[in-house]
């Protein structure tokens, strides 16, 4: 065992270290030296505290400006209050039955106060927090002066029993005693070429800056050890993957997908040209493919992918859709049926004698008709078979697996994709689809053992969507004009969508939840409803319960939109009903459809025009992107109209705004990602990584992340296996897991 991996009682003894590991997760001497500042103060530049926000965790430097002992009337004791302030604003700390603090606490001193910010009569106040004063003229005795002397003053994230001069005590210990262990995972030629310090120099500089010179030379350092390491490993997973031996599957001529191709009654638009001959170059190697692909809503990924299936039951193997729920099986089953006509009916009466046939498989199928599905893919009768979860299964076997299209990535865990790749005899070829654009360097980092497809042009004849928020609570009119609009659009002769939250029956209890269990990966959108954590308001606590498919759809029928054929559809209607009430919807015999986001992939429904979402601001950006997506598919312009209540003023609306303003899916998903934190991103599909990323960042960091791809392509191409470079190995195995490194060997 290294010296980086020693438990931190060694350190810092045990007490100290049971600490550090059940408030802040660290445990061993490197993770103490990696737990790096969140921010810096200067001697004299004291912290703004009007930008305090309430039941915050924080750490300020500020200077005392009154002290005040107020005995209790009536009884023993005595509160100590001490007002600070950084020259404009003030914050009132409070000590309870502490008054021999009176003597340290002097007015003029400066120090760092860390606490949990509260409200007592309208005034933010901390109490009984922890300091640390910075005052000269305190001696000797462990105070602030001279451990920051002269050198600015890291921050850390810190907890209630750990305040950030604690850690940085604790991490001064760690440096002086195991700063000679640290290795230097970054080859010395990468660092040359992009004049980077050792790591050794930029975890000394990056606790202990002198000055922003040396901070800034740190920071730039830093991100290059994340973003390299995980590159390499993602290499190794590419260069794995070209090794492993699979069928080729050539496009023929003169084959079902030329039979199909002549039946479109469009042309493809130049870039689902380029790109399903990227995907079908893959496909005649003898290595499985792995790429994503990714593109704009609307962007015609899943005629994409139904030509690659098509290419490989030509090539005379057979292909596997896997979709994320009922309702999205369903609708890609009956799109693709719809689509190829007589060629989706091999070997049935009236099929084309090119044809093949195309299974559907739910968990919630008859036993007849899902032992006819089973049997139509082990025999090979179904050249392309489409399911959920019920495909991954044990007892279902292909005659020949060649392909394994993933819709929507983010829903299925590593476990189940490598489910269902091992049903083939040799690896299949794997394309994952995403619903929404991504970041290219988030792609490279959260799907880097792919390769990338983006679709980045709508199809001819789809027009434009419109998108307004609409301010129920600023102006009611507006919401009343909403429901007017759709009323016009269904006297026009087309249909409408009303999106919630939530949806609205009977809540699972604990004990139903658990019943639920096998339901909940398929219908997670409909439990939930609430689109990305974090992403609601910040008083949503306080707020009312998000509105309701149940509730809205009875108050439109008796108010604003009564006459009108309403519906509902959501995730915990039976499997039969769900099909019916989609079937009736495409057919033009439901005006408005009330859902959840159950409809947020895949529905297609040209006829579509308008769309409502309901407490829009509880949704993410690039959820709504998704959502508004159903509408404008056909010849008839797009409407979407976000409801919120949140005011004008608030980063919710803002959001909003964002959506309205632009169409453009790539410049969204940043936007989206900027509210969420990193390191959730990454562990949806980076389970494995012990720690989310620290210093690394998807969105600032691009060029880093571009460049550590190529340089650790480069490098694991001419030393696979890192013989040369055993200190990038150490720091490989640092940062996988068995969790991690599972995932990796699956892919």
């Known amino acids: 065992m290294g010296a980086l991996d020693e438990p931190l009682t060694k350190l810092v003894g045990d007490r100290t270290a049971k600490v550090l590991a059940d408030s802040l997760k660290l445990r061993t001497v490197g993770d103490l030296l990696h737990h790096y500042p969140r921010r810096y103060v200067e001697r004299g530049q004291l912290t703004s505290l009007d930008e305090l926000e309430v039941d915050e965790h924080v750490t300020v430097l500020a200077r005392i400006e009154k002290v005040t002992l107020i005995p209790f009337r009536g009884r023993k004791g005595d509160r100590l209050e001490v007002v600070v302030t950084d020259g404009r604003a003030r914050l009132s700390l409070v000590f309870f039955n502490q008054g021999w603090r009176q003597k340290e606490l002097r007015p003029g001193a400066q120090g760092l106060f860390a606490g949990k910010v509260g409200l007592f009569n309208r005034t933010r106040q901390l109490a009984s927090p922890d300091y640390q004063l910075l005052d000269e003229t305190e001696g ?65 500089l990056i606790h202990r800056p002198r000055s922003q010179a040396d901070r800034e030379r740190a920071q730039q350092r830093l991100p290059w050890d994340e973003a390299f390491v995980l590159q390499v490993a993602l290499a190794q997973r590419r260069a794995a993957d070209s090794a492993l031996p699979a069928v ?18 469009f042309t493809l638009t130049e870039g689902q040209q380029k790109v399903c001959g990227e995907i079908f170059a893959d496909l005649a190697t003898d290595h499985p493919m792995h790429r994503l692909l990714q593109g704009e ?11 690659a299936m098509l290419a490989v039951v030509d090539a005379g193997g057979q292909a596997a859709l896997l979709a994320p729920t009922e309702v999205l099986a369903q609708q890609h089953h009956r799109s693709i049926v719809e689509m190829m006509g007589d060629l989706a009916e091999g070997g049935m009466l009236g099929g084309s004698e090119q044809g093949t046939r195309v299974a559907l498989l739910t968990g919630s199928m008859g036993t007849p008709a899902r032992r006819q599905a089973m049997l139509d893919m082990a025999c090979g009768d179904a050249g392309i078979t489409i399911g959920t979860h019920a495909l991954i299964e044990d007892k279902v076997q292909f005659q020949d697996l060649g392909l394994v299209v993933v819709d929507e990535q983010h829903r299925f865990g590593v476990e189940q994709r490598d489910a269902l790749r091992a049903k083939g005899g040799q690896p299949p070829h794997l394309l994952v689809m995403t619903a929404t654009p991504i970041p290219r360097t988030v792609a490279m980092t959260v799907f880097g053992d792919l390769e990338t497809s983006v679709l980045d042009q709508l199809p001819s004849g789809r027009s434009p969507i419109s998108t307004h928020v609409v301010p129920s609570l600023e102006k009611p009119n507006f919401l009343a004009r909403t429901w007017e609009r759709v009323r016009e659009e269904v006297g026009k002769g087309h249909q409408a969508y009303v999106v919630c939250p939530r949806i609205g029956d009977e809540e699972p ?10 339901k909940a990966a398929e219908d997670l959108e409909d439990l939930t409803g609430l689109g990305d954590p974090g992403d609601a308001g910040a008083d949503s606590d306080e ?13 439109l029928t008796r108010g604003p939109l009564a006459g009108l054929r309403v519906e509902i559809l959501h995730g915990r209607l039976a499997p039969e009903a769900k099909d ?36 829009a601001d509880r949704f993410g950006v690039s959820q709504l992107h998704q959502l508004r997506g159903r509408v404008g598919r056909g010849s008839a312009a797009g409407l979407c109209l976000l409801v919120s209540e949140m005011p004008g003023a608030s980063s919710a609306r803002a959001r909003l705004d964002a959506v309205a303003d632009t169409l453009d899916g790539f410049a969204l998903s940043r936007i989206d990602l900027e509210q969420r934190r990193e390191g959730d991103v990454l562990g949806q599909a980076q389970s494995g990584v012990k720690s989310s990323l620290k210093v690394l960042s998807v969105l600032d960091d691009e060029e880093v992340i571009a460049t550590a791809r190529a340089e650790a392509t480069r490098l694991v191409a001419a030393d696979p296996d890192l013989a040369a470079h055993p200190e ?13 490194a599972e995932y990796l060997e699956k892919g």
């Open 728 to 740: 990038l190995r150490t720091a490989l195995e640092s940062l996988l897991d068995e969790d991690r």
């Open 509 to 518: 209890d604990a004990k139903g939840a658990g019943k639920k269990k096998r």
């Open 543 to 555: 707020r009312r319960p998000p509105l309701s498919v149940v509730e809205t759809a009875a108050m």
């Open 248 to 265: 080729p599957r050539e496009a023929v001529p003169g084959g079902l997908l030329d039979a199909f191709d002549a039946r479109l009654p």
């Open 580 to 615: 019916d009430v989609m079937k009736r919807f495409a057919a033009g015999e439901v005006d408005v459809l009330v859902a959840t986001t159950v409809i947020e992939v895949g529905v297609n429904v040209p006829n579509s025009t308008v769309m409502v979402i309901m407490d």
């Open 140 to 204: 000797s005795e462990g105070t602030a002066a001279a451990q920051f002397a002269g050198r600015l003053i890291p921050v850390y994230p810190a907890s209630a029993q750990m305040p950030s001069w604690k850690l940085s005590i604790c991490i001064d210990t760690a440096l002086t005693k195991h700063l000679g262990d640290v290795g230097e995972p970054l080859p010395a030629e990468l660092r040359a070429d992009h004049d980077l310090i050792p790591l050794p120099e930029a975890l000394e």
């Open 297 to 307: 809503v609307g962007s015609g990924k899943t005629l994409v992918a139904l030509r």
